[in-house]
């Protein structure tokens, strides 16, 4: 078992490499596997490109090569993350607005495990803040297993989901009880980009060679929204982008919200719903999370809505990616090949998504709808304590 420490300083990792392979050789199984959006522009730098290249067709290429079956993008779960928690966001808002004093404000993004782990050990109290929406990686496990392998006719046993993240987190976050069915667990492993890097080596595949390939379907499609997710900023933003058009009712002419990206450690901003002046954070650093929650936990700081990421940069500095020794140039030259990826995007808005659409109708019915809540939604623990805190 190969252990490295964790950049966040909370986690080690654990090699899934074996386990994937041994899957992919196994006749029984069905092996999904999704990508993570930070993924395709940094996974280039491991084969000599320019750090920011987007690799995406190639990456697609080579895991379509190693015998995956389905290669699908974790964009399209960061999609339907978007509704889920836009849904609640506004849910929060107009409680608030109507004067019930009960609600919770500001709702905390809760896709980065990392940070999760941190609020559960360091602010227990505080636990009508996150969204209860899952991570887009669990999202992702949790549909596979279900919507897809129902369409495959195929039991959740015989799939296997891998998940290619960024991400060091990410391989603890997949083995916490609450993501498992009767012991089986809704995203089985996570290899890094450096650990994919390897993988690709190591299969001797020619990965300058690729011909590139596009994501299968249904869940390869995505929206830009999806894509930004990958840099500080990109959450809230791809969840302002849904959230505004729900609460005004009124299509965004400019999908760019420039106030809410950069890489300052802590930014704040407001962005106008139509007359309703709405409060944002934004902390990357688990040093500066701390500081923006303190903030709030005092309350100094009045927001609606907040999105902490541990990593510097977010999930582009994520402890799995090729090393940047520090080097903020190359954080800067994945962040802006995300927005590039997005502002390529025909889609650009996580509600336009048209397989998210088809989701929810054949489906989950409706985003917060009660099979939504069984497999989007989580609850959080108090790990000061080692005591469950269950949402409601
Ligand atoms: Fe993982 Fe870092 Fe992204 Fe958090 S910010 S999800 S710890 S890569």
């Keep these: 078992q190969c252990v490295a420490v964790c950049p966040t300083a909370a986690l080690t990792e654990v090699d899934h490499t074996n386990l994937v392979i041994r899957a992919l050789a196994d006749p029984t199984k069905t092996v999904v596997v999704q990508t993570a959006p930070a993924v395709r522009v940094a996974l280039g730098e491991e084969f000599g490109y320019e750090p920011g290249t987007i690799v995406t067709g190639k990456m697609t290429a080579a895991l379509k090569d190693m015998g995956f079956d389905y290669v699908f993008d974790t964009d399209f779960a960061a999609d339907l993350t978007i509704m889920e928690e836009a849904t609640e966001l506004l849910d929060r808002l107009t409680r608030y607005i109507n004067g019930d004093t009960t609600v919770k404000l500001p709702l905390l993004t809760s896709c980065c495990p990392a940070c999760v782990n941190f609020f559960e050990h360091q602010f227990p109290e505080m636990k009508d803040i996150p969204s209860t929406a899952r991570s887009p990686q669990q999202m992702f496990g949790a549909i596979a297993k279900t919507y897809f392998a129902d369409k495959l006719g195929i039991k959740r046993e015989n799939m296997v989901v891998v998940s290619i993240m960024p991400c060091l987190a990410k391989k603890y976050e997949c083995s916490r009880d609450e993501f498992k069915t009767n012991g089986n667990p809704d995203v089985d492993y996570v290899l890094s980009t450096r650990e994919l890097s390897r ?74 719903f139509n007359g309703t002046p709405i409060k944002i954070g934004i902390a990357h650093g688990l040093g ?105």
């Design 199 to 272: 993988l690709i080596k190591q299969a001797s595949i020619d990965f300058d060679s690729l011909i590139p390939l596009e994501f299968d379907h249904p869940m390869g499609e995505s929206s830009g929204a999806g894509v930004i997710f990958g840099t500080t900023g990109g959450v809230i933003e791809a969840a302002v982008r849904t959230a505004y058009e729900t609460f005004t009712k009124q299509k965004l002419d400019k999908v760019d919200f420039k106030q809410l990206r950069g890489m300052d450690w802590i930014r704040e901003s407001t962005i106008d």
């Design 288 to 392: 500066n999370a701390r500081k923006l929650l303190q903030e709030i936990r005092e309350g100094k700081s009045q927001y609606h809505a907040i999105e902490i990421m541990a990593c510097p940069g977010g999930c582009i500095g994520g402890g799995g990616q090729p090393l940047h020794h520090g080097d903020s140039n190359i954080l800067l030259a994945r962040q802006k090949a995300l927005y590039a990826a997005d502002k390529a995007k025909v889609i650009r808005k996580s509600h336009e998504n048209p397989s998210i659409q088809k989701l929810y109708t054949e489906f989950l019915e409706r985003p917060m709808s009660e099979k939504a809540h069984q497999l989007l939604h989580t609850h959080y623990f108090d790990r000061s304590t080692h005591v469950e805190i269950t949402k409601d």
